[in-house]
DNA sequence: CATGAATGAGAGTTCATTCAT
DNA sequence: GATGAATGAACTCTCATTCAT
């Protein structure tokens, strides 16, 4: 419905850059707060001490601030990938995994309906472009990070699984961050989100908190 | 926010029951097209063929649409949850899986936005009581289903397991109806997602796209 | 820019057509009172005495408070035109044009910005459907007054001559009402307007102050 | 509604002078092109090369542009009127109208929403002393022009005549420039417009496209 | 003097909700 | 019970104006 997307002005400027930055950490607070439509401008605004006139000097509307608040995110996550992938030589695919699920949950339980509107809400708002753009940045390094360790997977299209394990990770670490099934450690919890990533991905993967056999008999 | 979410009155006449229907449906129909904040009370009494006042004089306010599109669609995961568990003995668990995911696939494609936002607005309304009811009878049917399955399921935590199954088996329905991933074919989707389940179930599913026998040794 | 021009809802009821005319005429105060700009949708609810949201029920912008206001007072116009209309047999050209002239000024001196208003913003208003519609019965009323003195008038071309007697019209009325000549009796202004269209129409008017003779061989 | 009307500093440098002109020919063309609301100073500014805060250098608001526009607009009315009272010992007074209806016309069909916003918006600016001002040298240019061809001129009293005169002019210039009638030729509407004013001010004026019997003795 | 980032009051418009009929 | 006209708080976004640099 809205055309622009784009910050209307790239911040050059140091304050400016700052300014932004101040803005979208506040977008965070409000928006992880009130969700999509219970946020508004004002209190965005007021929360980054700043006047509403210089949210929308640079953030064209309320849609370019979610926008800006997933690149945040996407940026963010490119970051854990790229971290555990750089040790990825040294690590086994189940240790990778671990590690990224043990650093998303971090991530995901600081601003958890954040995430969820991310995850929710971003699909309505039109400008699939830019979404799009940003969100490959995190396809693109799954895929990397699963091609690293083709040796162990056993599905052929790494397209497709990319794409299923992706899904699969955000939502059970949203999960996992915002409903917690209840009685239910920590550890057992990562332990079971990354047993139901290498299932697919492994097959081999399986409970192994006894490492003994038979967990049934 | 609001405080009520029940029904205020519960239909006893029949005529009450198909008006409460009726807007259920259109609820359905204009939550779907708009989402949650685009749509609006008064479209969905028009839509439905009332007045406002009728559609206050069952659903306190706006959220409580929500709940009842929520029921409903709960309602509908149960009865083919009842179908596939009816027919459990003679199924196998990745023939019940697939059956379970190509009819939820069905059912999602209907109504995409409307799934999306019961998954993702719902939890952010309050009132997690009526919520968590309504919930509850998928996951207890869930449960059910695996257990009738056990002896080939590895997970020893059934309660876990099941809060895991259905989150992934949710997620990638819904990424499947709204944004699937380009160029895979309809079968071959299915088939990951009922893989991406028993991988995690089982240990033992897996790709079989190549009929190739013997997975392992 | 906006596309719907009309009142949402037909007022079919008494009451409602009483609240659009008590709409009409506060809106009528309010644009007089402070310009099209100056005006606010708010301060027309307030001084009509019903809330925004009233407003908005009939008319769904600002802009078409402004089209109401305009076939407000095309209406009125046409009133008067079809009074003199109705004479006409007993009137000669000059008394007609006198009689519409005087009865002008008084309307426009009731709401002089308002006038003035109407005819310099709206055309800048989108949607001249509507707008040439109702200014129609204005332009064929004239030409029917015209034509019905057609012995007297000189001009060939009476569309032409509508076109110019109503421009001239218009504007000596607002001027005279707006920003009065200083010194001049308004007896004498309404004079002059009365000479200014007779002289282009019938060439035979003019100063006829000084009852002298022959102005001319 | 604010008080300053003049410009805050009289331009004394060359420099100055011209980035004024350069300011108030960016207005003409906002202004022009949106109207008095939808034109924004930060627009002019823009347009003009310039920073705001040299637009508010010179010019206390927004309104101050405008009459600073109406000044311009005079100045060149009083060029064109200069212009033919130069020329009036060889020009009938049928003939210096019809100049200065085509000069005229010319000027309005540039800019023709930027004439009629002057002719509308400014009466409801404040400060009438600065329009007054500026408009007298319009007003005084006109009188000496008829007074120049006060033989052939009927009406006794020069300054209605002049008042009157003046506002049917600008009146039948603008409604020719922005809403010409349909089918008219330009030359017809030209001299429509110059048989107008004539008719009033000599009574001699008629339809004289039948070139037949002479207009004149 | 020039700049333009920052301000913030204010405007148009929507829509959940009420209640007299 | 049903109706739907009426309400009005609240929200997004604009833009004239200022002032530190």
Same sequence: chains 1, 2, 3, 4.
Wanted: no cysteine.
């Amino acid at each position: 419905m809205k055309s622009p997307q784009k910050p209307r002005k790239e911040p050059r400027q140091a304050r400016s850059r700052f300014l932004v930055e101040t803005i979208v950490e506040a977008a965070a607070r409000v928006f992880d707060a009130h969700g999509y439509d219970g946020a508004n401008t004002n209190e965005v605004a007021r929360v980054a001490g700043v006047s509403v006139g210089s949210v929308y000097q640079y953030f064209p509307n309320k849609d370019a601030l979610v926008t800006a608040l997933h690149e945040r995110h996407v940026r963010h996550m490119v970051r854990i990938l790229d971290q555990v992938d750089a040790a990825a030589g040294a690590l086994s695919l189940r240790e990778a995994t671990e590690r990224l699920v043990a650093r998303s949950l971090e991530v995901h339980r600081t601003e958890p309906r954040l995430q969820r509107l991310l995850h929710a809400d971003l699909p309505t708002l039109e400008q699939q472009r830019a979404l799009s753009e940003a969100s490959r940045a995190v396809l693109d390094r799954t895929r990397q990070l699963l091609a690293r360790h083709s040796a162990e997977i056993v599905q052929p299209d790494l397209d497709l699984a990319t794409y299923v394990v992706l899904r699969m990770f955000e939502e059970l670490v949203h999960a996992a961050a915002l409903d917690p099934p209840p009685g239910v450690e920590d550890e057992a919890l990562r332990r079971a989100i990354s047993d139901a990533l290498l299932g697919y991905l492994t097959r081999a993967a399986g409970p192994t908190r006894a490492g003994s056999p038979a967990d049934r008999p």
